[in-house]
């Protein structure tokens, strides 16, 4: 089974600052299969990453993934308001066949 | 525009059943893998069930496998989830989800299932 584990598991950081979000693989996960989503309190999850690295429709290009294998990050180049929430990273096609990491939260610092 | 709006969710008491609904719009349903993911209270996404467009090829999580049962009926746009033996544990906010690949752009808003006595 691959476990996503994400860290950290909160970062504080104000406004206009960069956050970087890991995300670490059990095992080799293909990039192909790799995303990010972010979620707000009382809200269903966006998808912001597929493919590691590809934006999802109407994703502001300060959002950005990159990695391989067992490696990933999602980066935030300054962060905006809305951009306080929770983020997931996700894998597919690996027995359990979907499955998430255990969130970080960026809140503001 | 793609929306997915689930029903059936409630409360129900240990060991009992419940059947989840998600009815879809805006794509073409018959040619998208489906999924169902819930979300404990201030818990982490966890993937429930999955099945393919023609419904020939489904998929689940080993904590509700022989339990919930995942199917579609391509002619309503609708996909379901049959929840039997439900536990304490299965206590989450049930999401429905288009799959395309291997991500998951589009959710509906999620139906509250509480199982308790």
């Known amino acids: 089974e691959i476990v996503l584990t994400q860290s950290p598991g909160t970062l504080s950081l104000s406004p206009g600052e960069r956050a970087t979000l890991s995300c670490r693989a059990s095992q080799s996960v293909s990039s192909t299969y790799l995303a990010w989503y972010q979620q707000k309190p009382g809200q269903a999850p966006r998808l912001l990453i597929y493919?590691?690295?590809s934006r999802a429709t109407g994703v502001p290009d300060r959002f950005s993934g990159s990695g391989s294998g067992t490696d990933f990050t999602l980066t935030i180049s300054r962060l905006e308001p809305e951009d306080f929430a929770m983020y997931y990273c996700q894998q597919y096609g690996s027995s359990p066949k979907l499955t998430f990491g255990g969130g970080t939260k960026v809140e503001i610092k | 525009e793609v929306q997915l709006l689930e029903s059936g969710g409630g409360l129900v008491q240990p060991g009992g059943s419940l059947r989840l609904s998600c009815a879809a719009s805006g794509f073409t349903f018959s040619v998208n893998a489906m999924t169902w993911v819930r979300q404990a209270p201030g818990k982490r996404l966890e993937w429930v069930s999955g099945?393919?467009?023609?419904?020939?090829?489904?998929d689940y999580a080993d904590s509700v496998k022989g339990r919930f049962t995942i199917s579609r009926d391509n002619s309503k746009n609708t996909v379901y989830l049959q929840m039997n033996s439900l536990r304490a544990e299965d206590t989450a906010l049930y999401y429905c989800?288009?799959?395309?690949?291997?991500?998951?752009?589009?959710w509906g808003q999620g139906t509250r299932v509480t199982v308790s006595s």
């Open positions: 493919a590691a690295s």
């Open positions: 099945l393919s467009g023609s419904g020939g090829s489904t």
């Open positions: 989800a288009r799959r395309r690949g291997g991500e998951l752009p589009d």
